[in-house]
């Protein structure tokens, strides 16, 4: 059973003795959703689609038209405005803007700018995302990341993007999760390359992409010196099953997924003995203005030594906790709103200010997804009162859309889609989401209605 702590302070505690009053938020607060392009734009082709092709995806499914961004991405533009929020974070697609090396696609970026432009002029900030998983499949059979010319190769793609869509937009993440894109393609062989068991080099990819990360960061404030860049992390929370072994593990789980990225921005390098593999990163220390945090999960950990791909962990979801949808052979995750607080915690030691950039849950019938947002605002809104500089929160996502290595099994979305007719129907969560944003605020008939699990609506577990 889900139950969620309610400090002292919380001004919405009736037990308090004080009438109950809506938790507020900053006149400026950012309320957006996040997308990615290959997730939503359709007919992409990426390594991403090759992979698709060579039948890694668990479902069967290929992505197809997707979200149908690349026809007609402004009908869900409509949807972000109707809905009441006021940002958007979508990426732009490597392989689209220079498919081939060198050669570069001027009506690619004509599109992505007609998309920017559809955003200003509804009134919706946007964030781009450089790269969110995809890039083009010369720069793959290049090596990738890996390649000595990746760096090189970034910061002149970066440069093309900020020279086309820079007056439009100043917010930038150079890369979405290098620690996932590092860990599933490398270490799980879920992703492409697809990898197995390679964590020494899954880190090695993690310090390739800070130094390209680097390179477009210094890119980015020499084209638009007022820009705020920075990326988007994924943390998740590890909770050791029992004592010895498992925390170890746990720990050292934490250290190489959690921690190592941010270790290379906060400090410039990886800690001893994972420095030995890194190569010097030494100049990216500090090189963000805000770290973006993509939170979702808790794991729990024990040690496992059969489990070398996993640096021996085991991570399991025990049946009793709050889930989403199962994806096709294993559950998703346990959703866990109070992950917010170790995630901010741990990123405010780099000083800079923080976004929620991905929250979120799989859950096609809207079972627990009310009760995931009221319980994520609640948290971030008491960490803001603790003095955590946090701007603005983006859900994952708006639209069902093409979950990775689940196909279409996954769904997301505030708002469903049926993807033969490309029909979509905002679910209860996206009203109250918007409901959320257009107030600016979370009031006690809301925390009231979806923020204990066993009354929100429709839950079954
Ligand atoms: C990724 C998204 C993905 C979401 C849900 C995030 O880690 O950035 O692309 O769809 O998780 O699994």
Redesign the pocket.
Request: charged share 20%.
């Given at each position: 059973m889900a139950t969620f702590s309610t400090p002292d302070n919380d001004p919405n505690i009736e037990a308090s003795g004080r009438t109950p009053v809506p938790l507020e938020f900053s006149k400026d607060f950012l309320w957006g959703v996040s997308t990615?392009a290959h997730?939503v734009e359709g007919n992409s082709q990426n390594q991403w689609s090759d992979w698709e092709a060579a039948g890694h995806i668990r479902s069967g499914d290929t992505c197809g038209s997707a979200c149908d961004w690349w026809g007609n991405a402004e009908r869900d533009f409509d949807l972000v405005r109707d809905i009441g929020l006021n940002a958007l974070r979508f990426s732009v697609d490597w392989s689209r803007i220079e498919p081939r090396q060198g050669e570069w696609d001027l009506t690619a970026l004509r599109r992505y700018r007609e998309m920017l432009d559809g955003l200003v002029q509804r009134g919706i900030s946007p964030i781009i995302c450089l790269h969110?998983?995809t890039h083009p499949r010369w720069f793959e059979h290049n090596g990738a990341f890996l390649s000595l010319d990746a760096p090189e190769l970034f910061e002149r793609f970066t440069r093309v993007v900020i020279d086309a869509l820079g007056e439009q937009c100043s917010r930038w993440l150079t890369f979405?999760?290098p620690n996932?894109y590092a860990a599933m393609g490398y270490a799980l062989g879920e992703f492409p390359p697809g990898r197995r068991g390679d964590i020494g080099a899954a880190m090695r990819v993690m310090s390739a992409m800070a130094r390209c990360h680097l390179r477009a960061y210094h890119a980015i404030h020499q084209l638009q010196p007022h820009a705020e860049v920075g990326w988007a992390h994924?943390y998740v929370v590890l909770e050791p099953q029992g004592r010895g072994p498992d925390r170890w593990i746990a720990a050292l789980v934490n250290e190489l997924f959690n921690e190592s990225f941010l270790r290379l921005i906060q400090y410039g390098r990886l800690p001893f003995p994972l420095s030995m593999l890194d190569g010097t990163a030494g100049a990216v220390k500090g090189s963000c203005d805000f770290v973006g945090l993509?939170v979702?999960n808790r794991f729990h950990v024990a040690f496992d030594y059969r489990n070398r791909a996993q640096a021996f962990a085991r991570l399991f979801v025990p049946p009793h906790v709050p889930q989403g949808d199962s994806a096709c052979d294993r559950p998703y995750g346990e959703a866990y709103p109070q992950a917010l607080r170790q995630a901010v915690e741990r990123s405010a030691k780099l000083g800079k200010p923080i976004y929620i950039l991905?929250n979120?849950v799989p859950d096609a019938q809207d079972r627990i997804r009310p009760w995931l947002i009221v319980n994520a605002v609640k948290e971030m809104h008491q960490l803001i009162a603790e003095g955590h500089d946090i701007r603005g929160y983006f859900h994952?996502?708006l639209t069902d859309n093409f979950?990775?290595t689940e196909g279409w099994r996954l769904r997301?979305g505030l708002v469903a889609l049926d993807c033969a007719t490309q029909e979509r129907t905002i679910r209860g969560s996206g009203k109250l989401y918007g409901e959320i944003a257009r107030r600016n605020a979370l009031s006690p008939e809301m925390i009231a209605e979806y923020g204990q699990l066993e009354s929100a609506s429709a839950t079954k577990f």
């Open positions: 990615a997730q969110h998983f979405n999760e996932v994924h993509n979702y991905e979120g994952w996502t979950e990775w997301f």
